[in-house]
Nanobody, 120 residues
Framework: QAQLVESGGGSVQPGGSLILSCSGP?????VAWFRQAPGKEREFVAA????????QYGDVAQGRFMISRANTRNTVYLRMESLEPEDTAVYYC????????????????WGQGTQVTVSS
């Protein structure tokens, strides 16, 4: 079981940017980002396959977020731009070798999450 560690969260003003990192996924695992705001259900943000070529984005990404993978395949990034207060949430990364399980939110491995707060 992979030990996933998220980093890069923090507080930013509306319109700002952040880059989240997820370290620890296996080289053969696809990785996704999800987020959960207080009182709301968990939302799918983005996913990238094991090769780093195939990606999928949720509606919440709205062309503002980009997922990428290091050449070594052991770190996945989520670049977030034009952040809005509605993006405030705990962001989790997840990993699985099965794409369907991953984007369906039932991946085998999850990180502890990193808080993103967008506020003026």
């Amino acid at each position: 079981q992979a030990q996933l560690v998220e980093s890069g969260g923090g507080s930013v003003q509306p319109g700002g940017s952040l880059i989240l990192s997820c370290s620890g996924p296996g080289r053969d695992s696809s990785v996704a980002w999800f987020r959960q705001a207080p009182g709301k259900e968990r939302e799918f943000v983005a996913a990238i396959d094991w090769s780093g070529v195939g990606t999928q984005y949720g509606d919440v990404a709205q062309g503002r977020f980009m997922i990428s993978r290091a050449n070594t395949r052991n770190t996945v990034y989520l670049r977030m731009e034009s952040l809005e207060p509605e993006d405030t949430a705990v962001y989790y990364c997840a990993a699985d070798t099965n794409w369907g399980r991953l984007v369906g939110g039932v991946a085998g491995d999850w990180g502890q999450g990193t808080q993103v707060t967008v506020s003026s």
